[in-house]
């Protein structure tokens, strides 16, 4: 069929179809028959057979009465092509040979069909073909035609439905109908809502502002300001936010910021905290209306963290009676909870004063107090970026000055003090870790990093095996070779012959093993902190400044004499390496965490000395992130859930943020309770990747620790209270089938592990485009790993202690009850 579309009238709508069979194309040619009828609307359908007859069935002449119902209506006198071509490249050709229309117009290409296997294209949902494809399509056709690629415009038909992967693609996928009428008025429904959908965008963009919301402009131009192509758009989307979001994505992609989604807005705080403790990352964090709860207490880790950035969250119009969704009203304010956790909060309602109260924003920012939180409610984010809006200059918190009385004393015991000097480091940035790592090998310091911090030091750095370096100080977790620094058997050192250093700390609670009583009457103190509320009360040298400059200035004055640098480095080395159990020996199943974390810190150790290899850790709230901490080789700095609230599956979260920005491999150790608190986050990172393009730069691997309970609780149930495994530790866990599979570029591999094969683990974490995911099966235990004080008491210590028998027969003399390490002289 066909009729003169080139006489007076529209332009016409094209429907192409694409694919090499001909019942595909007759079912569509009679479709658009059907469609024009005798309504008087124009139709060619070039040389494509139409059907004899319509179809009999009652489905689809319903379908056709309503969509003729509406084209009479709005388009009584459209006029309607069908092209036809065997590929998507022989239709850019057909469409740039169409005859040119008069007075510059051109043909709308409003509906694409695609027989996806007669076609020869690949519609998988990871897939990026086809969408090179279309975008090739509309380059090559933008003189001949108008064609916007979309879920609307392009329908791709495939010979089956996912298998593995579903996900909202640019384009719609339908299974190919087995029968011709079913795809006849699926095709009238796709024209039809293609159509509706034009006409209404049309006026919609009419109404609609065509710059960026000022908003939007105003967070991303100061945080470009602030740390131009670092800082991260996190965001989880709603309605009332999509326009802000949409405005953000595009001004975050010019500066080169990463755009980093996940699968709970919960899950956005964790890995700006994540990236702000391992990078120094500003975040930007969009949430719709209501959801300001759902970042959970990892809000108040932010604030601890002093990490930067906004959190945007819409609200309610003011005024509103009891809104949808609304935190900010006549029965709640959510403003007062923000209050209650100290974080700078403004309410952004009035567009007015739009100016004004981000002044005031920004202001807050550099108060370096938390991120800023504002609720905006709709008004405001409608409100366009003025032209030539001006972005008001970063502020600089002044950097606070070392005294000369603040460092004296502090000099005496670096220069001239005791033999045993441990300096345990909170956050340092690259020039204070370069600064501290000279100066711990100048003046024969040893070092520590902490629970909460893991990584600011490490036994390995650029290479190089960092002999200062003891292990992890910290309320659980800490090391062997810490515990025997501080310590003489199994009482500390007077305080007189030994010094504690906190850098760049407050000493929280988490940061030691030890009593507030202990740390103020046993232990000789020295605290470096910027922030004046910060200085803890059993300090005794307090020193209030910044890190670089107390640094800068200790390594200036630096004056240790030979004998005493050489006693502090033989001090250092007495402390041999042990895991200080034996059950780390034996290769029972299901293993000892113990064994686990000691055959694989062997591979790790090979790799990194061995192989140059480098990674970031993530551990999570648990037995299995306090082993990992303890036990492994660090190369950097990593991110450990036990900061601050010690939120269970807060590091977990915070792992596609890390594993897509960082550029080393990623390690991460979570326990089976942690995983089951949160969200999988797996297809938040194969989506990056796949549909975003955002590659990691190495290996991927994520240790589900399995013992089936919450170890540490049941660890200190056992060890304080002598109560057995109950109930409230249990943990149901159901194992992952051992399986591998690729998406696009990228490779998600699910293991089990009941025993640790160095040469098979070697291979695995170092293949790059490779998410790992193991099950690591484990049987719970209370031995070593730094659980509590407690754990330095137990019968497989390298020295059993006099305090360990304490409450039992009369013990033998010391002499007798230590047992030399393996290599040991004594």
Request: a negative charge; proline letters at 7%; hydrophobic letters at 45%.
């Amino acid at each position: 069929m066909s009729t003169d579309v080139e006489a007076e009238g529209p332009a016409p709508f094209m429907v192409a179809v694409v694919g090499k069979r001909p019942w595909f194309h007759q079912a569509v040619a009679t479709a658009l028959r059907d469609l024009a009828g005798d309504s008087g609307r124009r139709l060619d359908c070039g040389e494509v057979p139409v059907r004899e007859g319509s179809f009999d069935e009652p489905a689809y002449g319903q379908v056709l009465a309503r969509s003729r119902r509406f084209l009479d209506a709005v388009l009584p006198g459209a006029a309607f092509r069908l092209v036809r071509a065997d590929s998507l490249t022989d239709l850019g050709h057909a469409l740039g040979r169409l005859p040119q229309l008069p007075d510059g117009e051109r043909p709308v290409l409003a509906l694409v069909l695609i027989d996806a296997a007669a076609a020869g294209v690949s519609a998988a949902p990871l897939d990026r073909e086809l969408d090179a494809a279309l975008e090739q399509l509309r380059s090559d056709v933008a003189g001949a035609a108008a064609f916007e690629p979309s879920g609307y415009s392009v329908v791709v038909y495939e010979a089956a439905g996912p298998d593995t992967v579903h996900v909202a693609s640019p384009f719609t996928h339908r299974v190919l109908p087995e029968q011709a009428w079913v795809l006849a008025g699926d095709a009238v429904c796709c024209l039809t809502d293609v159509l509706q959908l034009r006409q209404g965008a049309a006026a919609l963009r009419a109404a609609s502002r065509t710059t960026a919301s000022a908003l939007a402009a105003a967070l991303a131009g100061f945080l470009d300001g602030e740390a131009r192509g670092s800082w991260g758009l996190h965001y989880y989307t709603g309605s009332a936010v999509s326009g802000l979001i949409g405005d953000l994505e595009e001004l975050a992609a010019a500066s080169g910021s990463p755009v980093l989604r996940g699968p709970s807005e919960h899950s956005l705080a964790c890995g700006a905290l994540a990236r702000w403790q391992v990078d120094g990352a500003p975040a930007l964090i969009v949430a719709t209306s209501g959801m300001v709860d759902e970042f959970r207490g990892t809000l108040a880790n932010l604030r601890e963290a002093r990490a930067r950035g906004f959190i945007v969250c819409a609200d309610s119009p003011s005024g509103a009676w009891f809104p949808f969704q609304g935190t900010v009203h006549a029965a709640e304010d959510s403003r007062e909870v923000l209050r209650a956790r100290r974080l700078p909060c403004f309410y952004l309602d009035d567009p007015a004063r739009l100016a004004d109260d981000l002044a005031a924003a920004f202001a807050a920012y550099g108060e370096h107090r938390g991120p800023v939180v504002l609720l905006a409610t709709p008004e405001v984010l409608r409100v366009p970026a003025p032209a030539g809006q001006q972005q008001p200059e970063p502020a600089r918190a002044p950097l606070t000055e070392v005294t000369e009385d603040a460092l004296a004393p502090v000099m005496d015991l670096v220069n001239d003090g005791p033999t045993h000097v441990l300096w345990q480091c909170g956050a340092l940035d690259a020039e204070q870790r370069g600064l501290v790592y000279d100066i711990a090998a100048e003046a024969g310091i040893a070092l520590a990093d902490s629970l909460t911090r893991p990584g600011t030091v490490a036994g390995h750095h650029e290479g190089r095996r960092v002999e200062e370096y003891l292990g992890t100080l910290g309320m659980y977790g800490y090391s062997a070779r810490v515990h025997a620094f501080l310590h003489e058997g199994s009482r500390l050192r007077h305080r007189d012959r030994q010094a504690l250093f906190f850098l760049n700390s407050r000493i929280p609670e988490a940061a030691t093993p030890f009593a507030p009583r202990t740390l103020k009457r046993m232990l000789r103190i020295v605290q470096v902190t910027r922030e004046a509320a910060h200085l803890a009360p059993f300090t005794d040298h307090p020193v209030h400044a910044d890190g670089t400059a107390f640094l800068r200035a200790v390594r200036q004055r630096l004056a240790v004499p030979e004998e005493l640098r050489a006693a502090r480095r033989a001090a250092i080395a007495a402390t041999a390496d042990s895991p200080s159990d034996v059950v780390h020996l034996l290769p029972v199943a299901p293993m000892s965490p113990n064994y686990f974390f000691h055959r694989l810190a062997a591979v790790l150790d090979d790799l990194i000395t061995a192989h140059g290899y480098t990674y970031t850790g993530v551990f999570d709230v648990g037995r299995g992130g306090l082993s990992a901490i303890r036990n492994l080789p660090r190369t950097g700095p990593g991110f450990s859930g036990w900061y601050g609230r010690a939120l269970m599956g807060d590091a977990l979260m915070a792992v596609p943020a890390l594993a897509l920005t960082r550029q080393d491999n990623v390690l991460a150790f979570v326990g089976d309770g942690a995983a089951a608190l949160v969200p999988d986050m797996v297809p938040t990172l194969v989506e990056h990747i796949c549909l975003d393009g955002r590659r990691p730069a190495g290996n991927v691997s994520v240790f589900r620790l399995v013992d089936g309970g919450h170890s540490v609780i049941r660890t200190y149930r056992e060890g304080r209270a002598g109560a057995a495994s109950a109930r409230q530790t249990r943990v149901l866990h159901l194992l992952d089938d051992e399986r591998e599979q690729s998406f696009g570029p990228v490779t998600v591999s699910r293991r089990r592990l009941t025993d640790v094969d160095g040469d098979a683990l070697r291979d695995q974490l170092t293949r790059p485009s490779t998410v790992n995911l193991y099950d690591v099966l484990l049987a719970h235990n209370n031995e070593g790993d730094g659980l509590s004080l407690l754990s330095s008491l137990g019968w497989q210590r390298d020295e059993l202690s006099d305090l360990a028998l304490a409450m039992g027969p009369r013990p033998r003399p010391a002499a007798a009850r230590t047992t030399p390490r393996p290599g040991s002289t004594r």
